[in-house]
């Protein structure tokens, strides 16, 4: 399965809203994740089976979607925030991340 | 407190073998799932191989199957990656990751990554 994040990368301000998606090739169900990476560091599980937001992360993520797309929401943009946003799939094999959308300060 | 930590990474020239591991440390290993996940520096995330709980279950990316083999040892905590016929394109860091469940897919997401190692193929 294909995952098409959009956009590839996008600046933005402390305290906006941001919106990434994920588009898959095909259906993906729930089983989708979200994934945070900043410079250095090795990836953080944000918010998994679609919606549900992993134990520690703050509430302003949020995701949803269904089927074919999956949409992570930062509600108000943190000056930690600023980073590289993978989704991920794992309805089947093999299990697939999206390319990536790096988040910058405006 | 979870914690991952891959040893065996270097510089390696095509053709020849490493073999990587992770010592997993923080909870009960052999109820889990576990993962290598590798991204070239400055690229993005690439799904290796997975590996059930019990070993019953074992997934290869098409890009290195055939001449990668993961395997784990629930006795000793560790998960290992064995190399072979290596590639210039197999240089990445590489990541021992958990599963959340005893899944390798599923609802088997990658909830704790370890720092990674870096791999390096050249001659």
């Known amino acids: 399965i294909q995952l098409t994040q959009s956009p590839s990368s996008l600046s933005a301000s402390v305290g906006d809203r941001v919106t990434i998606t994920c588009r898959a090739s095909?259906?993906?169900?729930?089983?989708s994740a979200w994934y945070q990476q900043k410079p250095g560091q090795a990836p953080k599980l944000l918010i998994y089976a679609g919606f549900t937001l992993q134990s520690g992360v703050p509430s302003r993520f949020s995701g949803s979607g269904s089927g074919t797309d999956a949409t992570l929401t930062i509600s108000s943009l943190q000056p930690e925030d600023f980073a590289t946003y993978y989704c991920q799939q794992l309805n089947t094999y093999p299990i697939t991340f999206g390319q990536g959308t790096r988040l910058e300060i405006k | 407190e979870v914690q991952l930590v891959e040893s065996g990474g270097g510089l390696v020239q095509p053709g020849r073998s490493l073999r990587l591991s992770c010592a997993a440390s923080?909870?009960?290993?052999?109820?889990?799932?576990m993962h290598w996940v590798r991204q070239v520096p400055g690229r993005g995330l690439e799904w290796v191989s997975g590996?059930?709980?019990?070993?019953?279950?074992?997934v290869y990316a098409d890009s290195v199957k055939g001449r990668f083999t993961i395997s784990r040892d629930n006795a000793k905590n560790s998960l290992s990656l064995q190399m072979n016929s290596l590639r210039a394109e197999d240089t990445a860091f590489y990541y021992c990751?958990?599963?959340?469940?005893?899944?390798?897919?599923?609802?088997?997401?990658?909830?704790?990554w370890g720092p990674g190692t870096l791999v390096t193929v050249s001659s």
């Open positions: 095909q259906d993906i169900s729930t089983y």
């Open positions: 590996i059930s709980w019990n070993s019953a279950t074992i």
């Open positions: 923080g909870f009960t290993f052999d109820d889990y799932a």
């Open positions: 990751v958990k599963a959340w469940s005893s899944m390798t897919r599923g609802n088997g997401y990658f909830d704790y």
